[in-house]
């Protein structure tokens, strides 16, 4: 067995090309033409989170505040479309702001669910593969991926892992729009 | 040697009351008066957080976007006032908002920068003893602790305590205010 992965990410990281990544993760179907923009291909922060995702292989569990990173969703869509089971709980409020990328991600057929809560559902993290977690303050926008100080966590240790997996099912139930009282 | 810790905790958490606590923390000069209050004593997350963060013995750093809890603003002067070293970094555009503890933590004396940058500093972590690592998705106000999904990690895991030490010594530097080029 490999070393569990232990890896902390900073942000902000540097505006960078990710076509390549992204055609490559979408298969031998896809062509893979160089693509001709000026951006720097270079190892960051925000690349070593992309591949981390890319690297599911049955399943990804998505809990986010914010997402409309045009990047991580075409990444997430890559997933879906080649089988990878993904589920996506996210914040009522936020879902439907400008740029949010959960429209196109349920447009995708991809299940979302969102809290009924007065609070804000403020987690920020995935699970791939039932086996490594990505954690931390990240909300998966481009201002924060280019602009703020934020950290991110990917861990494969059980001991952390485990108890992410069990929160994700206990609110992904509990957010079922099957339980919603509407009173 | 004890085993690391590495604890999950998760929000919310339900009101509670912390003066025993406190006043445990404060030192045998502190009157253990039994509080009259109704709120609940029982074991929560955010006890369990209090607990953790009270345990610095020699030195705290912090480094948080928001800081406006009253509980969590207490504690943390009773560790300075114990002799801990408490340094703190925050987000300049956050730290002014009403209810935020920042300006009581300066009057207390207790040394603060903040950013100089146009995106946020949105970390949301503190380092005990330079051996223990609290972060995680949760600031610190009453709101996102009572009312929100949040999760917060506590480890001791050498792995992911050296790098969040290394980032806050970066961030202290660079928000240095001799640094400000004010132009």
Redesign the interface.
């Known amino acids: 067995r490999r070393r569990p992965v232990?890896e902390?990410l900073?942000f902000?990281s540097p505006p960078s090309c990710t076509e390549e990544l992204l055609a490559e993760a979408a298969g031998p179907g896809a062509a893979a033409r160089s693509c001709p923009c000026p951006l720097p291909r270079a190892d960051c922060s925000f690349r070593r989170l992309l591949r981390r995702l890319l690297s599911a292989r049955r399943s990804l569990e998505i809990c986010l505040?914010a997402f409309s990173s045009p990047q991580l969703g075409r990444a997430v869509q890559i997933l879906h479309r080649r089988g990878v089971r993904v589920r996506v709980v996210t914040d009522a409020q936020y879902m439907g702001l400008r740029g949010s990328q959960i429209g196109l991600l349920r447009h995708a057929g991809i299940p979302v669910r969102h809290?009924q809560?007065?609070?804000?559902?403020?987690?920020?993290?995935a699970i791939v593969d039932r086996r490594m977690l990505i954690?931390?303050?990240?909300n998966w926008t481009t201002?924060?991926i280019?602009?703020?100080?934020?950290?991110v966590?990917v861990?494969e240790?059980a001991?952390?892992v485990k108890?992410?997996l069990d929160?994700f099912e206990r609110?992904w139930e509990q957010y079922n729009p099957s339980n919603y009282r509407f009173i």
Do not use: C, W
Request: net charge negative; no cysteine.
């Open positions: 232990r902390v900073f902000p505040f809290d809560e007065e609070g804000y559902m403020h987690h920020k993290f954690t931390g303050s990240l201002q924060a280019q602009n703020n100080r934020e950290n966590l861990m240790d001991e952390y108890p992410f929160e609110i």
